[in-house]
């Protein structure tokens, strides 16, 4: 599927293709962009299917649907290698292409994310309430597991605006991305991935809390963790300084 993107920064820069969570749009990313085109990267970023700007698939997708997407993208950019950083089903794009398609994939960041997460059942029950009860009460739900009480008590109008991405989503391309979730286990493609590999987690997620970090850390050959105290879900948005420098020192270290 033809993915809705932005591309932002020096046409000569290495491509870092931004890949964000359920329920979001490109726009999750604002927070990290300035400071890696600074860097000197050519930053693409893109609305997962069903999400934002690209089109609604037929039915329910799995991970692999997510990864061709990104494959087709880079191949519309021709681009032949880029380094991703995703953030929770961003980051299960990124290990699926690191494991599937690792010719495509320099470094890998993977924020906030799990190989596995819940159980078939659980992901169905979240697109029945995504198509049955409507996208406001998946948003009420997000935005509680997305930010720490104490960020959205310090920034209402931002909490808004992130409850607004979530609410205006499609409620079946939701329900089609939950599918992906569900069908994925990639506990035992982790070994396999060879790029250079940075893991940052949320002290405070309560959606993918560290110990999921913990085990993609411990699988991928190599890959480093971070933990960055005062963030849930969304820590690249609640703690963006820190993220911005540990996604900016583990793509430029030479
Ligand atoms: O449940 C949430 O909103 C958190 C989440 C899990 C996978 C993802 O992309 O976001």
Redesign the pocket.
């Known amino acids: 599927m033809k993915l809705h993107h932005q591309i932002t920064g020096p046409d000569t820069g290495e491509v870092v293709v931004l890949a ?5 749009n490109l726009s999750m990313w604002d927070p990290q962009v300035p400071r890696l085109v600074d860097a000197g990267f050519r930053v693409v970023r893109f609305d997962n299917r069903g999400h934002g700007r690209t089109p609604v698939p037929d039915g329910p997708s799995s991970l692999a649907d997510l990864g061709g997407d990104v494959v087709e993208l880079l191949d519309t950019l021709e681009v032949e290698r880029a380094h991703l950083v995703g ?4 980051g ?1 794009i990124g290990m699926w292409l690191g494991a599937h398609r690792p010719s495509r994939i320099d470094r890998l960041v993977l924020c906030c ?2 190989a596995k ?1 819940g159980t078939p059942q659980t992901w169905r029950e ?1 697109a029945t309430q995504a198509t049955t009860k409507g996208m406001v009460s998946i948003a009420d ?2 935005i509680t ?2 930010f720490t009480p104490g960020w959205i008590q310090a920034n209402p109008g931002l909490a808004k605006e992130f409850h607004h991405m979530t609410a205006t989503v499609p409620a079946r391309g939701y329900a089609s ?1 939950c599918a992906a ?1 569900g069908g994925m286990d990639l506990r035992d493609a982790l070994p396999s991935i060879t790029a250079p590999t940075l893991v940052v987690a949320g002290a405070d997620d309560p ?2 809390p560290p110990e999921h970090a913990r085990l993609i850390a411990e699988r991928i050959p190599d890959a480093r963790l971070e933990i960055v105290d005062d963030a849930a ?1 969304l820590g690249n948005v609640e703690q963006p300084e820190t993220f911005g420098d540990l996604i900016t020192k583990h793509l430029t270290a030479r």
Not at 87 to 90: I, M, N, T, V
């Open positions: 964000g969570s359920i329920g979001s953030l929770s089903l961003g299960m994310t799990s997460l979240r739900g997000s597991r997305w991305c979730i959606a993918t879900h």
